[in-house]
Structures are given as C-alpha cells and as structure tokens.
C-alpha cells in the first residue's frame, strides 16, 4: 500500500502487514504511521487524502472554535487507537480555506472520512474518542 509522508508528502510502499512496525519514510526518516494528527493544509491537502491507500480522517477546525479545542484530545486519542490502520489529519479552515470550501463545510468541528481519496462519510459536531474509533471501523 502508499502511504503518504507527514513530513515531506513523499508517497512510501509500505507492506500493509507492517502497518503497525513504525515504518519510516524512505526519503526523509520521519515516522510515517505515529499515532499522532497530521497537519495539511491547501497545498498539501489533495496529495495526502488521494494517494494514501489508508483511510483518512480529516478534522476541520479553527483556532477560534471553542468545541474544536475541546474534541482535539479526543481526536489526538482516537489517532493513537487507530495507528496503523487509518490516517487522522486536521485541516484548520481559516488558515487553508480552499479544501473546506471545495468540500462544503459549513460548520466545525467536521470530521471527514476519506478511503482512496473519495469521501465515505462525514460528522460534524465534537465526539468522544471512542466514537471517532467506533465510527471509522464501522465504514471499513
């Protein structure tokens, strides 16, 4: 599978039974698969959500946003649970506009979950860790 690098958006082939060996990025070392959010924004937004063969969960947010403050321990738990068999990502949407506007989200926290770039499903409102877990399993 590919497997895209946080760090240098580098797409990796990675052996879907080492998911959860902590690979690492054959150009730049960085850990591929953490266990912690991704950051991305506008420009790397597309590369990461198409060319990883993981799904991708991508949090929505703003700075300014009282219950995405809230939901992000959550949503860094939920990554940690889910390390090695899904990809989480925030996008904040007043820093990187383009990808929240060009998917319609109207409002935040909004959790989007892509599977080979094509968007499965979508939540928004904050939610518990287990629920962001329970709700990804259940689309794959």
Not at 56 to 62: I, K, P, Q
Request: with cysteine; net charge positive; proline share 6%.
């Amino acid at each position: 599978m590919i497997v895209v690098c946080p760090n240098c958006s580098a797409a990796n082939r990675l052996d879907a039974a080492r998911a959860h060996d902590e690979p690492v990025c054959g150009k730049c070392g960085t850990a591929l698969l953490d266990g912690k959010p991704v950051a991305i924004d506008d420009a790397r937004f597309e590369r990461f959500v198409t060319r990883n063969e993981l799904p991708v969960v991508v949090d929505f947010w703003a700075a300014w946003c009282g219950p995405c403050h809230a939901m992000a321990p959550q949503f860094e738990q939920a990554a940690r649970k889910l390390k090695g068999d899904a990809v989480l990502a925030k996008v904040d949407s007043d820093a990187s506009p383009e990808a929240a506007s060009r998917l319609g989200i109207r409002s935040i926290p909004t959790l989007v979950l892509f599977r080979n770039g094509k968007e499965v499903k979508r939540q928004s409102g904050a939610v518990q860790a287990a629920q962001i877990v329970a709700w990804v399993k259940a689309a794959a």
